[in-house]
């Protein structure tokens, strides 16, 4: 018998051989990269945003201390009209739809314990401090985020971006700060008139349930004030600052070879992260205000 035929011999022979990862080990690998790849992506992302808001910054100070680089008064009401005048009939038929679900929702539980005219109060807190701005942002998500991101994506594929710098104008201050500062103005606006028709909305569906509108009418305005209402309306202008902020970013990140491809990807990337960065400022803002007291 050779001595290479002996059991210990296999035995090292097996025990020199490479062993190959196991499927754990690939997995948590391959979730390591992805991990970081997006990690890269975000910081990434947050750098250009955070470039191209000092930059649209300093435009719009520029724009309102120095005559001679006022912020174009016709590209300003043209983005307005176009990202939030358009916006108001579907800004009002959700808030009706919403405003009357929530009361037909809560009506049956409030009337077992004889509280059936707390709809008032919980539709008016409800309206203005959370689903008024919130609901306002994410139907301007689909509706001024996209249509920025596709309009920027595809003058920057048909290197009108290129050709802006070569003659001599800044494509932030003729293209980004007009759309950004619409889309702040105008969210605030629409957030006002899904605040009055939520209510208006709320008082009609509890009128329908047999409450007295003048009890409706009188505890809303008791659970309505100046805090409530301001914070609303802050958390919607940085909802619109986020909204025109990512889609300026994301439109004007397209590259001329990327075509049509990259405008859609553009486009779709607006709408979902709109979408994340608004909830995610939402909750933040929600645990400031209770932290602070201001919804007490």
């Known amino acids: 018998m050779k001595d290479s035929d002996s059991p210990m011999e296999s035995l090292r022979t097996v025990s020199e051989k490479p062993t190959e990862p196991g499927v754990l080990a690939r997995a948590v690998g391959?979730?390591?990269?992805?991990?970081?790849?997006?990690?890269?992506?975000?910081?990434?992302?947050?750098?250009?945003?955070?470039?191209?808001?000092?930059?649209?910054?300093?435009?719009?100070t520029k724009g309102l201390l120095v005559p001679g680089q006022r912020i174009g008064?016709?590209?300003?009401?043209?983005?307005?009209?176009?990202?939030?005048?358009?916006?108001?009939?579907?800004v009002i038929l959700i808030q009706l739809a919403i405003g009357m679900i929530l009361p037909l929702q809560m009506f049956p539980k409030l009337d077992e314990f004889g509280q059936s005219e707390q709809i008032a109060t919980i539709n008016?807190?409800?309206g203005f401090r959370e689903l008024g701005p919130l609901m306002t942002a994410v139907v301007l998500c689909g509706f001024a985020g996209a249509s920025i991101a596709a309009e920027l994506g595809?003058?920057?594929?048909?290197?009108e971006i290129e050709a802006l710098q070569v003659s001599g104008l800044n494509p932030v201050r003729f293209l980004v700060v007009p759309r950004l500062l619409a889309t702040i103005i105008m969210t605030i606006m629409l957030?006002?008139?899904?605040?009055?028709?939520?209510?208006?909305?709320?008082?009609?569906?509890?009128?329908?349930?047999?409450?007295?509108?003048?009890?409706?009418?009188?505890l809303t305005t008791e659970a309505l004030d100046l805090s409530g209402f301001a914070t609303g309306l802050v958390k919607a202008?940085?909802?619109?600052?986020?909204?025109?902020?990512?889609?300026?970013?994301?439109?004007?990140?397209?590259?001329?070879w990327q075509g049509s491809a990259g405008v859609g990807q553009a486009t779709t990337k607006t709408v979902v992260y709109c979408i994340v960065a608004i909830i995610t400022a939402d909750a933040v803002f929600t645990l400031v205000f209770y932290s602070y007291g201001l919804f007490d």
């Not at 970081?36 to 300093?58: C, D, E, Q, V």
């Open 154 to 159: 595809t003058m920057a594929t048909a290197e």
């Open 124 to 126: 008016a807190i409800a």
């Open 191 to 218: 957030t006002v008139i899904a605040d009055i028709v939520m209510v208006a909305s709320g008082m009609f569906t509890a009128v329908k349930l047999g409450i007295d509108p003048d009890i409706y009418f009188q």
């Open 30 to 60: 391959t979730l390591g990269q992805f991990t970081l790849s997006a990690g890269r992506s975000i910081f990434s992302m947050l750098g250009g945003m955070s470039l191209l808001l000092g930059k649209a910054t300093s435009y719009t």
């Open 237 to 256: 202008a940085v909802f619109g600052l986020l909204i025109g902020l990512i889609a300026c970013f994301l439109g004007l990140s397209v590259k001329p």
């Open 73 to 90: 008064r016709n590209a300003l009401i043209a983005q307005m009209v176009r990202v939030g005048v358009r916006a108001v009939p579907i």
